[in-house]
């Protein structure tokens, strides 16, 4: 799925009449089966702007066209069909405490299934084998038939991740994918969602605090204060750029992250910059 947004300022939902918008004037172009990281401190308006690229929250001023369609010219049911083009993955995954990890999975499927066969599969899941392979690819296989209530943080999080592959959705909208993760859990799950991405050709736009993880995409967004402050290419990014984009922000910066392109720093330890 393409993306393009011209000018595009959002406020979130909770903001007071009057409020700053959390996103100001930002323009971009994303082509289909491009994979994006979009990095930045706190407050940049990271999560505002996967929620406006996801037509759950509309812009304040601006443009947003997806596969050259303004969201919010169309009905009521056209626009939901397009919601069912994309997947959302907040950084806490709305999984209901008592439900099946196999019934959480494959909710991501609804959008293309009729009543009937969403009814049917709460009462015995299809598509068994479909959910398994999902969570296998984030080391879950054998969580498949346990409640949700009975997994960790980071397993919670790797279920909601697994939803991506069993989706139909054309766009790919995750929010701090690593947040509750060990570093092996965190690179196997980077690994998983790119490369599932790749073969489905779906356009793939994550935001991370972890700026070593970022630097390995291909293209690279800055944030700061709600605007864009680079988008470039990931050999492009360097240390003086992420200074500049983190100034006054240090305390969320753990320890210097390597960066491509940056000859310098090639053997400084690996670091994560925490930037929620």
Not at 205 to 223: E, K, M, N, S, Y
Request: net charge positive; hydrophobic share 45%; with cysteine.
């Amino acid at each position: 799925m393409q993306i393009r947004i011209d000018g595009l300022s959002a406020r979130h939902r909770a903001a007071a009449t009057g409020a700053a918008a959390a996103l100001r004037q930002v323009s971009l172009t994303i082509g289909p089966g491009e994979q994006v990281a979009i990095i930045g401190p706190s407050g940049a308006g990271k999560t505002t702007l996967l929620n406006a690229l996801a037509c759950a929250l509309k812009p304040a001023a601006g443009k947003l066209a997806l596969d050259g369609t303004d969201p919010w010219r169309l009905s009521v049911a056209k626009l939901q069909k397009l919601r069912g083009r994309l997947f959302l993955a907040p950084q806490t995954p709305p999984l209901p405490p008592r439900q099946r990890v196999i019934t959480a999975v494959l909710a991501a499927r609804l959008p293309h299934q009729s009543l009937l066969a969403s009814l049917r599969s709460l009462i015995y899941p299809t598509h068994i084998a479909e959910a398994e392979a999902a969570l296998a690819h984030f080391d879950l296989a054998n969580k498949l038939w346990d409640r949700v209530d009975r997994l960790s943080g980071g397993e919670r999080q790797r279920v909601g991740l697994s939803r991506a592959l069993v989706s139909q959705a054309s766009l790919w909208l995750i929010d701090e994918p690593l947040s509750s993760l060990d570093p092996s859990r965190a690179a196997l799950a980077i690994e998983s969602l790119t490369q599932a991405a790749k073969r489905r050709n779906a356009t793939l736009v994550t935001t991370l605090h972890q700026v070593d993880v970022a630097t390995r995409f291909a293209r690279v967004i800055g944030l700061r204060d709600g605007e864009l402050k680079f988008d470039l290419p990931s050999r492009e990014v360097t240390r003086e750029r992420l200074g500049a984009l983190y100034a006054q922000y240090e305390h969320e910066l753990t320890s210097a992250a390597p960066v491509v392109g940056d000859p310098a720093q090639e053997d400084a330890r690996s670091a994560v910059m925490y930037c929620r």
